[in-house]
Nanobody
Framework: QVQLVESGGGSVQVGGSLTLSCIAS????????MAWFRQAPGKEREGIAS????????LYADSVKGRFTITRDDNKNTMGLQMNSLNPGDTAMYYC??????????????????WGQGTQVTVSS
């Protein structure tokens, strides 16, 4: 089993920045890729950024490309999300996710088996 714990959420004004972190514990050696998802009230969960652990390949949703950067520190089993130029449309609960099946790398929620509890990000004008 793998446990994921997010941190770093909070409230920020439009144009501001925030950095999220996700710490993975448990049987992490089997993980193939990790990702950040977000879900706003009344909307579906959206995959916004993913990183392939071996090789460091990255995927980004168009909605965050150029503003968000996904990072990973293998030594600390942590994943980060640097978020810049935030706007009210980025307000959501942000979730960390991880998967151990190598052939399903994508931003689709169905590809991920392990999920954190989420951390709230609120952007106000």
């Amino acid at each position: 089993q793998v446990q994921l714990v997010e941190s770093g959420g909070g409230s920020v004004q439009v144009g501001g920045s925030l950095t999220l972190s996700c710490i993975a514990s448990g049987y992490t050696s089997n993980l193939k890729f990790m990702a950040w998802f977000r879900q706003a009230p009344g909307k579906e969960r959206e995959g916004i950024a993913s990183i392939y652990i071996d090789g460091g390949g990255r995927l980004y949703a168009d909605s965050v490309k150029g503003r968000f950067t996904i990072t990973r520190d293998d030594n600390k089993n942590t994943m980060g999300l640097q978020m810049n130029s935030l706007n009210p449309g980025d307000t959501a609960m942000y979730y960390c996710a991880a998967a151990a099946e190598p052939n399903r790398w994508s931003l689709s929620a169905s590809a991920y088996k392990y999920w954190g509890q989420g951390t709230q990000v609120t952007v106000s004008s």
